[in-house]
């Protein structure tokens, strides 16, 4: 399965998870269909951010309340790992809903280039392929 993702929004992640560094980045991905345009950064309201995540309760309230009334359809969660590999964690796979929902994890220390999708599906997580596109 194949999910595309804007230069815009690769661009966004990236740059969060260089500033949130040492601490996990997090935020929620919004846009149509499998189409990845907007990153909302959210904050890390988890109280070990340097291992862990946890997306601002009200941030995820706000996006879903904001597609409801038209907005872009909350597509899934990004995260990510400053000192592991861009793959979900244990911890990852315990807190996956398996709901389909896609997860951005990005790794790397100072770069942050490597970003992975996948989907959260009832059997686990499956890598997606990413597509870039432009807009
Ligand atoms: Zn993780």
């Known amino acids: 399965m ?20 040492p601490h996990e980045a997090c935020g929620i991905l919004l846009g149509p269909a499998s189409r990845v345009t907007t990153l909302c950064e959210a904050t890390n309201v988890h109280p070990s951010p340097q291992t862990h995540f946890e997306i601002d309760p ?8 904001q597609a409801r009334d038209g907005g872009p359809a909350v597509l899934g969660y990004f995260h ?8 979900p964690s244990a911890t990852d796979v315990e807190m996956a809903a ?22 959260s599906g009832k059997g686990g997580f499956t890598r997606l392929s990413m597509d870039l596109i432009d807009g």
């Open 80 to 87: 990510s790992h400053p000192s592991g590999p861009a793959e």
């Open 98 to 119: 398996g709901d389909g929902s896609i997860w951005a994890i990005c790794a790397g220390e100072s770069d942050a280039s490597d970003i992975r999708f996948f989907r």
């Open 58 to 65: 009200q941030a995820l309230i706000d996006a879903h309340r």
């Open 2 to 21: 194949v999910v595309e993702v804007t230069r815009e929004a690769l661009e966004a992640m990236r740059r969060a998870a260089r500033l949130a560094h």
